[in-house]
């Protein structure tokens, strides 16, 4: 299974559990939103989880694929609550085939600020009930 193949299966199901073998342990991940890169499988994993809540809803999909070697820019488009989301996600592998980076970018403006509110509460949400 290709490293593209294995994350549509973590974005179709939608279970967080499967990022663990994806994650590399020293992965970073870098939001639209927070300004610092959040380093760490446990703080990668727990942004993304939020992230397959928040922006995976019905309509929820990967527009534009492009696969390099163990790089890929998958571009993405929602409308969640009536805001039009649209953005890019870039993910980096290692040669073992886990994720090393993973950048989120999203636009517009109004696009930023709905997932800026949404995250907050989904992130406060699930540190609460951890």
């Known amino acids: 299974m290709t490293n593209l193949e294995r994350w549509h299966e ?3 199901g939608k279970d967080p559990d499967l990022l663990d073998p994806l994650l590399a342990d020293d992965c ?45 820019v998958l571009e993405f488009s929602v409308e969640n609550e009536g805001v039009m989301i649209n953005g890019v996600d870039i993910i980096s592998f290692n040669n073992a085939g886990q994720i090393v980076e993973f950048k989120v970018m999203v636009r517009p403006l109004k696009a930023v600020n709905f997932l800026h509110a949404q995250m907050k509460a989904m992130l406060e949400s699930m540190t609460a009930a951890s």
């Open 10 to 12: 973590v974005v179709a």
């Open 28 to 72: 970073v991940f870098h939001s639209p939103i927070v300004h610092t890169p959040q380093e760490g499988k446990a703080l990668t994993k727990l942004y993304l989880a939020a992230a397959m809540q928040v922006l995976t809803v019905e309509g929820f999909a990967y527009t534009k694929e492009i696969v390099d070697g163990n790089q890929m």
